[in-house]
Protein backbone atom coordinates (compact mmCIF):
# COMPACT_ATOMS: atom_id res chain seq x y z
CA UNK A 1 0.00 0.00 0.00
CA UNK A 2 2.56 2.63 -0.94
CA UNK A 3 1.63 5.55 -3.04
CA UNK A 4 4.12 6.53 -6.03
CA UNK A 5 6.01 9.73 -5.21
CA UNK A 6 3.64 12.81 -6.82
CA UNK A 7 4.01 13.32 -10.42
CA UNK A 8 5.24 16.67 -11.16
CA UNK A 9 2.11 18.45 -10.91
CA UNK A 10 2.70 21.15 -13.39
CA UNK A 11 3.79 19.15 -15.96
CA UNK A 12 1.38 16.03 -15.12
CA UNK A 13 -0.60 15.00 -18.25
CA UNK A 14 -3.64 14.82 -16.23
CA UNK A 15 -5.52 17.48 -14.66
CA UNK A 16 -3.82 19.02 -11.17
CA UNK A 17 -4.38 21.99 -9.24
CA UNK A 18 -1.10 23.28 -10.10
CA UNK A 19 -1.38 22.96 -14.46
CA UNK A 20 -5.24 24.33 -14.57
CA UNK A 21 -7.86 26.84 -14.64
CA UNK A 22 -11.54 27.25 -14.01
CA UNK A 23 -13.31 29.77 -16.70
CA UNK A 24 -17.00 30.75 -15.35
CA UNK A 25 -18.50 32.20 -17.78
CA UNK A 26 -22.31 33.94 -17.36
CA UNK A 27 -24.15 32.29 -14.77
CA UNK A 28 -26.48 35.28 -14.67
CA UNK A 29 -30.09 35.15 -14.01
CA UNK A 30 -31.10 35.66 -17.76
CA UNK A 31 -29.02 32.59 -18.23
CA UNK A 32 -29.64 30.48 -15.63
CA UNK A 33 -33.82 31.22 -16.67
CA UNK A 34 -33.38 30.59 -19.77
CA UNK A 35 -31.93 26.41 -19.57
CA UNK A 36 -34.15 24.04 -20.61
CA UNK A 37 -31.43 20.68 -20.49
CA UNK A 38 -31.29 20.44 -17.36
CA UNK A 39 -33.34 21.24 -13.48
CA UNK A 40 -32.37 24.73 -13.21
CA UNK A 41 -32.10 24.01 -9.40
CA UNK A 42 -29.69 20.77 -10.20
CA UNK A 43 -28.04 23.62 -12.39
CA UNK A 44 -27.17 26.48 -9.75
CA UNK A 45 -26.18 23.46 -6.61
CA UNK A 46 -23.83 21.89 -8.99
CA UNK A 47 -22.20 25.09 -9.97
CA UNK A 48 -22.21 26.49 -6.91
CA UNK A 49 -20.14 23.09 -5.74
CA UNK A 50 -17.80 22.86 -8.92
CA UNK A 51 -16.61 26.63 -7.95
CA UNK A 52 -16.65 25.56 -4.29
CA UNK A 53 -14.20 22.94 -4.97
CA UNK A 54 -11.88 24.80 -7.27
CA UNK A 55 -11.55 27.90 -4.85
CA UNK A 56 -10.60 25.05 -2.32
CA UNK A 57 -8.15 23.38 -4.46
CA UNK A 58 -6.80 26.62 -5.11
CA UNK A 59 -7.48 26.52 -8.86
CA UNK A 60 -7.11 29.81 -10.56
CA UNK A 61 -10.68 31.37 -11.28
CA UNK A 62 -11.58 33.73 -14.27
CA UNK A 63 -15.03 34.52 -13.80
CA UNK A 64 -16.95 36.63 -16.51
CA UNK A 65 -19.94 38.33 -17.05
CA UNK A 66 -21.64 39.91 -20.27
CA UNK A 67 -24.01 43.12 -20.66
CA UNK A 68 -23.60 44.05 -16.58
CA UNK A 69 -22.61 47.44 -17.71
CA UNK A 70 -24.74 48.15 -20.18
CA UNK A 71 -27.66 47.37 -17.81
CA UNK A 72 -28.97 44.73 -19.67
CA UNK A 73 -27.95 41.94 -17.70
CA UNK A 74 -27.71 41.47 -13.90
CA UNK A 75 -24.70 39.94 -12.53
CA UNK A 76 -23.35 36.35 -11.40
CA UNK A 77 -25.93 35.07 -9.16
CA UNK A 78 -25.24 35.54 -5.36
CA UNK A 79 -24.88 32.01 -4.70
CA UNK A 80 -21.71 31.60 -6.89
CA UNK A 81 -20.57 35.44 -6.28
CA UNK A 82 -20.75 35.46 -2.73
CA UNK A 83 -18.19 31.89 -2.76
CA UNK A 84 -15.58 34.22 -4.63
CA UNK A 85 -15.71 37.85 -3.54
CA UNK A 86 -12.32 38.60 -4.50
CA UNK A 87 -11.96 36.87 -7.82
CA UNK A 88 -12.41 39.74 -10.01
CA UNK A 89 -15.06 39.82 -12.70
CA UNK A 90 -14.68 40.52 -16.22
CA UNK A 91 -17.97 41.97 -18.21
CA UNK A 92 -18.41 41.85 -21.63
CA UNK A 93 -20.11 42.39 -24.69
CA UNK A 94 -18.91 39.65 -26.65
CA UNK A 95 -20.86 36.59 -26.89
CA UNK A 96 -17.17 35.06 -27.19
CA UNK A 97 -15.74 35.77 -24.44
CA UNK A 98 -12.66 34.75 -26.42
CA UNK A 99 -13.13 37.84 -28.01
CA UNK A 100 -12.55 40.54 -24.95
CA UNK A 101 -9.22 41.56 -24.48
CA UNK A 102 -9.20 42.04 -20.99
CA UNK A 103 -10.98 38.38 -20.60
CA UNK A 104 -8.43 36.58 -22.52
CA UNK A 105 -5.50 38.51 -20.87
CA UNK A 106 -6.82 37.42 -18.00
CA UNK A 107 -6.49 33.53 -18.99
CA UNK A 108 -3.17 33.56 -20.47
CA UNK A 109 -2.26 35.40 -17.38
CA UNK A 110 -2.80 32.13 -15.39
CA UNK A 111 0.01 30.84 -17.20
CA UNK A 112 -2.06 27.38 -17.30
CA UNK A 113 -2.86 25.18 -20.52
CA UNK A 114 -5.63 23.40 -19.02
CA UNK A 115 -8.64 25.12 -19.29
CA UNK A 116 -11.26 23.97 -16.98
CA UNK A 117 -15.23 25.30 -18.69
CA UNK A 118 -18.04 26.17 -17.51
CA UNK A 119 -20.16 28.80 -19.59
CA UNK A 120 -23.68 29.34 -20.13
CA UNK A 121 -25.35 29.01 -23.00
CA UNK A 122 -23.45 25.21 -23.62
CA UNK A 123 -24.08 26.33 -27.38
CA UNK A 124 -22.57 29.72 -27.49
CA UNK A 125 -20.79 31.04 -24.25
CA UNK A 126 -18.71 27.91 -23.77
CA UNK A 127 -18.59 26.22 -27.17
CA UNK A 128 -17.11 29.48 -28.88
CA UNK A 129 -14.33 30.12 -26.35
CA UNK A 130 -13.70 26.62 -26.26
CA UNK A 131 -13.16 26.71 -30.05
CA UNK A 132 -11.39 29.58 -29.54
CA UNK A 133 -8.81 28.39 -27.10
CA UNK A 134 -8.32 24.87 -28.67
CA UNK A 135 -6.85 26.59 -31.93
CA UNK A 136 -4.61 28.78 -29.52
CA UNK A 137 -3.26 24.87 -27.82
CA UNK A 138 -4.99 25.37 -24.74
CA UNK A 139 -6.59 22.05 -23.70
CA UNK A 140 -10.13 22.09 -22.83
CA UNK A 141 -12.18 20.33 -20.29
CA UNK A 142 -15.91 21.60 -20.32
CA UNK A 143 -17.61 20.50 -17.58
CA UNK A 144 -20.76 18.93 -19.18
CA UNK A 145 -22.90 18.52 -15.78
CA UNK A 146 -23.04 21.74 -14.41
CA UNK A 147 -23.68 23.77 -17.86
CA UNK A 148 -26.98 23.74 -20.05
CA UNK A 149 -28.15 24.50 -23.22
CA UNK A 150 -31.65 26.21 -24.64
CA UNK A 151 -32.72 22.61 -25.08
CA UNK A 152 -31.49 19.11 -24.89
CA UNK A 153 -30.83 19.07 -28.31
CA UNK A 154 -28.66 22.67 -28.38
CA UNK A 155 -26.91 21.20 -25.35
CA UNK A 156 -25.61 18.21 -26.87
CA UNK A 157 -24.61 18.82 -30.07
CA UNK A 158 -22.46 21.96 -28.44
CA UNK A 159 -20.80 19.17 -26.69
CA UNK A 160 -20.18 16.91 -29.40
CA UNK A 161 -18.74 19.82 -31.35
CA UNK A 162 -16.51 21.14 -28.65
CA UNK A 163 -15.26 17.11 -28.66
CA UNK A 164 -15.20 16.56 -32.19
CA UNK A 165 -12.77 19.75 -31.91
CA UNK A 166 -10.26 18.12 -29.48
CA UNK A 167 -12.23 19.27 -26.05
CA UNK A 168 -12.04 16.83 -23.26
CA UNK A 169 -15.62 16.47 -21.63
CA UNK A 170 -15.18 16.30 -17.83
CA UNK A 171 -18.32 15.63 -15.00
CA UNK A 172 -18.27 17.01 -11.52
CA UNK A 173 -17.44 13.73 -9.87
CA UNK A 174 -14.24 12.94 -12.32
CA UNK A 175 -12.99 16.54 -11.67
CA UNK A 176 -12.91 16.28 -8.25
CA UNK A 177 -11.22 12.78 -8.31
CA UNK A 178 -8.54 13.98 -10.63
CA UNK A 179 -7.91 16.76 -8.14
CA UNK A 180 -7.77 14.91 -5.07
CA UNK A 181 -5.90 11.39 -6.80
CA UNK A 182 -4.87 9.94 -3.56
CA UNK A 183 -6.28 9.70 0.04
CA UNK A 184 -3.02 10.41 1.24
CA UNK A 185 -2.79 13.77 0.31
CA UNK A 186 -5.22 14.44 3.65
CA UNK A 187 -5.32 18.14 3.78
CA UNK A 188 -7.73 18.39 0.61
CA UNK A 189 -9.74 15.12 2.00
CA UNK A 190 -11.78 17.27 3.11
CA UNK A 191 -12.56 19.45 0.33
CA UNK A 192 -13.09 16.22 -1.72
CA UNK A 193 -15.45 14.58 0.58
CA UNK A 194 -18.18 18.06 0.90
CA UNK A 195 -18.16 18.01 -3.23
CA UNK A 196 -19.04 13.99 -3.09
CA UNK A 197 -21.57 14.46 -1.09
CA UNK A 198 -22.98 17.61 -2.19
CA UNK A 199 -22.96 16.05 -5.34
CA UNK A 200 -24.37 12.99 -4.42
CA UNK A 201 -22.15 10.69 -5.40
CA UNK A 202 -21.34 9.98 -1.72
CA UNK A 203 -24.30 9.40 0.89
CA UNK A 204 -24.38 10.80 3.95
CA UNK A 205 -24.81 7.95 6.42
CA UNK A 206 -24.53 10.22 9.29
Request: aromatic share 6%; glycine share 4%.
Amino acid sequence: MTSEPRRDPVTDHLITPENSAFLLIDYQPTQINSINSMDRSKLISRIKTATKLLRDFKVPIVLSTVNVASGQNQDTIPGIRNLIPDVKSYDRTTINSWEDVEFKEAVKATGRKKLIIAGLWTEACLTFPALDALKEDYEVYPLVDVVGGTSVEAHESALRRVEQAGGQPLSLVQLACELQRDWARKETVPVFLEAMKESGAFLDMD
